[in-house]
């Protein structure tokens, strides 16, 4: 008896239905990939947080932008004093000087067809059997630093995805593993990359599984190792960085069922916005593709378009963050010190400004990634549709604007990037609130549902039976 038990116990652990060895091999080969992309996302969190360090405090002295007294006007902005200040003239180019650098790197040392970052692994995984040229690990790492670290409006996601994406790759080649188990692996990176980056496990993992597809649909056989490199590579991460959240946001929750109205209207309004967020970006996109210039000239012009809407508006230049920050106490601080009180004009216009100079820092071939300022742009919709319904309701509804913020985030990543669970769960990770959860349900599946057929990815197929990896 006790040694047919001990057979059935073992039979237990080793077979039945959705357990073998082979899966735990996933799960090993997963954790590696996760420790792998966590290590080299620390070596690049760390670059960019040198060159931030060394140009925009060190070459810009980026403070001395923001030393005018509160409430000084825009006009201030072009005084005699200002305009022969050469740190601000240094805004100007230096977004091209870094763009062009990241872009003959890419040129010279990998195929230029892997430069675009979360677009070419997700291309990778649904055309070239998961294969991601390893040497995209640090020549995309430096031109990504180099171009957003000195100035250019993007975000560092999608080259880390496409880092990610090339340590599972790399991975599973050294392993000769199948062409299944590589695409696994790949997606595994991918989502480790995020994870770490974000500080957002949970929302890492389904991203994991959910970018593939501009449907709802996923990709189910990278769901379990997607969460096993993720909890790796956030850990090895945090060890260095700490666990704390990306951002600090006031804990305001969800206390009434008619916030639900304004909360569709904002739905409504990200839909617009990533119309025009996308629109905008394909066309300057098309227009520099369509250009006879050669390809350093394009994104030279690209990072000077930028620069120059950074000499206006010094914040735009690089990832934004700071205007999330900013978002989530909005109506009680400034957005740029010297341009006084925020009000909802004022986030209008740095929705507009960001995408603008995020479509010719990217759209013209510069190394960054779209994700990022699609977060920063819903965050600042989203704060000015709060500060409408705060300034027209009456103050027992309760809306606080920074709760718009945090859910225009969420609802503008998952209608421009099609991933609503991501998109749920990652404003909840990244900033420390998770009250929220209902409106960005909200938000997110109305505005994912109306901008059907629009994505910011082209290489996204609509769900599995469209996928050439599923043929």
């Known amino acids: 008896m006790f040694k047919r038990l001990s057979i059935s116990s073992w039979k237990f652990f080793l077979a039945g239905d959705g357990m073998s060895v082979r899966t735990g091999r996933y799960f090993v080969e997963s954790a590696i990939v996760g420790a792998i992309t966590g290590l080299v996302v620390v070596a690049f969190r760390w670059m960019i947080d040198f060159t931030s360090k ?7 002295r980026h403070e001395a932008l923001s030393s005018l007294p ?5 006009g201030r902005m072009f005084s005699r004093e200002a305009l022969l200040d050469p740190r601000r003239w240094l805004l100007v180019v230096l977004p091209a000087v870094g763009a062009v650098l990241g872009y003959l790197l890419i040129r010279r040392f990998s195929r230029l067809e892997m430069a675009r970052g979360t677009d070419s692994a997700i291309k990778a995984y649904h055309h070239e059997d998961g294969y991601v040229t390893a040497a995209v690990i640090p020549v995309k790492s430096v031109a990504s630093v180099l171009t957003v670290g ?12 496409l880092i990610g994406a090339a340590c599972g790759s790399a991975f599973a080649r050294m392993m000769n593993l199948t062409v299944r188990a ?18 957002a496990p949970l929302a890492g993992a389904i991203f994991g599984f959910e970018i593939f597809y501009s449907s709802s649909d996923i990709e189910y056989e990278t769901v ?3 969460f096993i490199a993720s909890a790796v590579s956030y850990s090895v991460f945090a060890c260095f960085y700490g666990w704390a959240p990306l951002f600090a946001m006031p804990q305001v929750g969800f206390e009434n069922s008619l916030r639900l109205a304004p ?7 990200v839909v617009f916005g990533v119309r025009f967020y996308i629109s905008f970006y394909r066309a300057v996109e098309k227009r520099f593709g369509d250009s006879s210039l050669p390809g350093w000239m394009r994104v030279a012009l690209g990072g000077l378009v930028t620069g120059a809407i950074g000499f206006v508006f010094p914040d735009v230049l690089g990832t934004g963050y700071r205007i999330i920050q900013v978002s989530f106490t909005a109506g009680a601080s400034n957005l ?6 925020l009000t909802i004009a004022g986030f209008v216009c740095f929705f507009f400004v960001k995408a603008i100079a995020t479509a010719f820092t990217v759209g013209s071939g510069g190394s960054g990634g779209v994700f990022a300022p699609v977060i920063v742009c819903g965050g600042t919709l989203g704060a000015a549709v709060g500060l409408f319904f705060a300034k ?21 990543l998952a209608s421009a990037v099609r991933i609503p669970l991501t998109a749920i769960v990652m404003v909840a990770e990244i900033s420390g609130n998770h009250a929220l959860l209902l409106p960005a349900m909200w938000v997110c599946c109305i505005s994912f549902w109306l901008n059907n057929g629009w994505s910011l990815y082209r290489s996204q197929v609509h769900s599995r039976e469209s996928s050439p990896a599923h043929a």
Do not use: K
Not at 54 to 60: A, F, K, N, R, T
Not at 403 to 408: D, K, N, R
């Open 392 to 412: 027209i309701l009456p103050a027992s509804v309760g809306i606080h604007p920074a709760a718009f913020a945090l859910v225009g985030m969420a609802g503008f």
């Open 263 to 269: 909360y569709f209207v904002l739905a409504i309004a």
């Open 150 to 161: 000195f100035g250019g409006s993007a975000g560092y996601e999608g080259p880390v995805t």
């Open 182 to 199: 590589r695409r696994i692996l790949m997606a595994a990176g991918l989502a480790a990359g995020i994870s770490a980056l974000f500080q």
């Open 70 to 74: 509160d409430g000084a006007a825009i």
């Open 54 to 60: 060394v140009v925009m405090e060190g070459l810009c």
């Open 336 to 341: 740029f010190e010297h341009y006084g009180s």
């Open 224 to 226: 379990l190792p997607s």
